[in-house]
Structure formats: C-alpha cells, structure tokens
C-alpha cells in the first residue's frame, strides 16, 4: 500500500512540475553535436524560420501598373503575423521553442514518472516567447521605377541592445508591369487592369547572446519570394490586387556560447543546425490608396503556410511628368469595306 501511494504521489508531482525550457535547453536545439540530450531538434525551432520567412517575403508590392515616368517610393513597410497553435507543438504534440510548459515522454510508458524512467526526455517552450501572440519585423524602403520596370530595395540596422546583439538586413525587389504592351488592344473598359511578375530576397542576420553566457548564437535568414500580380485600378485613387506566388525560407545557426559557470550542466554550445521554414504558395489580397500628392497607404491579408496582415500606414508615393494614356486601337477597315463605303458615298452625291 505504501508502495501504491508513494508511486500516486511521484506521478502526481512530476505531472505538476513541468517547467519552461531554460536558456540552456533553448539554445541546445540548435547544436547538430552527437549525444547531446535534447540537442538537433529541427522541429523545435522550425517556427522561427517560418515566421522571419513569412514577414520579410510581404511588402514587395504597391500596385500591380508601373508607371512608365520616373516614380520613388519611401516608406516603413509593417506586417503582422499572428502565434498560432500550429507554431507551439510539433512532432505528436511536443512543444516548439513557442510552445508551453509540457513533458515530451521518451520512457516506456508515459504512466512512469520521468524521474524514473530510463532515457526520458524533458523538452518544454521558451517563456518569453510564448508569450508572444503577434511576430513582426521592422524595416525600411524605398524603390524607384521606370518604364514600367521598378526596383525595390530595404534595409534596417540596429546596435546591441540589452540580449540582443546584431540586427541587420537588405533585402530587393524587381517588378515588371505588362499591360502596356497590350492593353491598348483591349476595350476601354478593360484598361484598369493590369499584371506583373515580381521577386523578392532577403537577407537577415541576428546576433543573440543570452544572460550569463559569453559569445552569441547568430541566426541567417535568407529568403526569397516570386509573385504574379494582378490589378484593378477603376479609380485614379483606388486599386485592388491579387497576388499568387511561392516562398521560400531558410534559417541558418552559428557562433558559440560558454556558460559563465563552467561547472554548470551544459556549459558550450555550438550552434550548427539549418532549417527550411514550412514557407510554400502564398496568394495576397491587397488594396492601395492614392490620396493627395504622395501619401500611398497599402493593406491587405496574405493566405499562406501562415496568414499575415499587410499595414503599411507609413507609405509614400511620388511621381514626376505626365502619365501617357491608354489610346484604344481602332479597328481595322478591309479593302472590299472600303470600296462599298466610296460606292455609298457616290450614289449619295
């Protein structure tokens, strides 16, 4: 009997007892090392390099028609992507590094106490990051355009700030509008339209270093996205585009990290592991305001791997000349109609 109780009460405080992941256990995911208890787990970090994938791959686009005259672009670009359930488990209900308090059992039975149970494994989410319920990225741009040709390019820098060490990114962006080589052929009513093929690629570096540890574990992002847009302009202060495409994202570790406590468990890690984010077809609905001079606010939403929102409130838009405009092509009058209209025009006179 006691043996019973003593086993009901070990179950019971290992089932309350699950803590978030510490610093060490976090970090140790992105060590590829042999042997390593918890170390290599792909899986465990894949939502950083979907989420980095999904916000740098937006904000390419403010309109599917580049104008042939000289036009700059200058803005803040925002996208917002919400932490959902698909982010905080993987691999039959673990915890990712967004995940919750949660025990992964590696015994034979999940009915033995992990204290007790040979090779068990203790693998939880990181407290900070499960708090978050939106991920974004901050950034800058600007982007010019020509004859119906537009180059886009972003960037952003900032110094160490507290944990975070490193920040930086550039990013480009090529666009090509092909309405008017055909519009022209069209109706009237059909010249609001217009399509482009675009790309976008992303390059991102963060460098971290965690409290009592030396060194910094330092995160590549690289990422690439191809779209074809489709606009409907019906007003000069008005457009609506749809886009389809696919993205791509890949996260890269390095660097190296000593515990200020040389006695303590885990005291280096070295950071290897590359992972592919979830990131694949992307189609965007977007829609974009002209209002006054230059002030050009884009949103939309992006249906994914991941679902994002598109704000880019702080959006400037400036042109210089005069737009041509769009002369439908008049049809073609045959000999044999020419001949019966003069033969009409005889026998009126």
Not at 35 to 60: E, F, H, I, M, Q
Not at 73 to 84: D, F, K, R, S, Y
Not at 165 to 170: G, I, K
Not at 210 to 230: A, E, K, Q, R, S
């Amino acid at each position: 009997m006691k043996k019973i109780l003593f086993f009901a009460l070990s179950l019971s405080i290992s089932a309350f007892s699950a803590e978030w992941a510490s610093i060490y256990h976090s970090l140790i995911a992105f060590d590829e090392r042999a042997g390593l208890p918890d170390g290599n787990r792909p899986g465990y970090v894949k939502p950083l390099a979907t989420n980095l994938g999904t916000v740098l791959n937006s904000n390419w686009i403010s309109s599917a028609r580049i104008p042939q005259i000289f036009t700059i672009e200058a803005g803040m670009p925002l996208m917002i992507v919400g932490i959902g359930d698909e982010d905080r488990t993987y691999a039959n209900g673990a915890p990712t590094i967004f995940g919750d308090k949660e025990y992964e059992w590696g015994a034979i039975s999940d009915k033995i106490s992990c204290s007790t149970a040979p090779n068990c494994r203790v693998v939880n989410g990181n407290e900070t990051l499960n708090k978050l319920g939106v991920f974004t990225y901050p950034y800058l741009q600007l982007a010019g355009s020509f004859y119906h040709a537009r180059v886009a390019l972003r960037g952003m820098w900032l110094p160490a700030i507290s944990e975070l060490q490193s920040f930086n990114l550039f990013g480009f962006g090529l666009q090509y509008s092909f309405g008017h080589l055909f519009l022209h052929e069209l109706p009237k009513a059909l010249h609001p339209f217009d399509v482009s093929l675009a790309f976008g690629m992303n390059f991102s570096g963060i460098g971290y270093t965690p409290d009592n540890y030396n060194g910094t574990l330092d995160l590549d992002i690289t990422t690439t996205h191809f779209m074809l847009v489709l606009g409907y302009q019906p007003f000069k202060f008005f457009e609506v585009m749809l886009s389809l495409g696919y993205e791509t994202s890949t996260m890269e570790s390095s660097g190296h990290l000593v515990s200020e406590d040389p006695d303590s468990y885990g005291a280096e890690i070295f950071p290897s592991l590359s992972v592919d984010g979830n990131n694949g077809f992307r189609m965007g609905l977007t829609v974009s305001f002209s209002l006054g001079a230059s002030y050009h606010p884009v949103v939309g939403v992006d249906f994914g791997t991941k679902t994002s929102y598109t704000t880019n409130v702080l959006y400037f838009k400036q042109s210089f000349g005069k737009e041509p405009e769009i002369k439908e092509k008049k049809a073609k009058v045959s000999d044999s109609e020419t001949e019966e209209n003069e033969a009409t025009d005889e026998v009126t006179e």
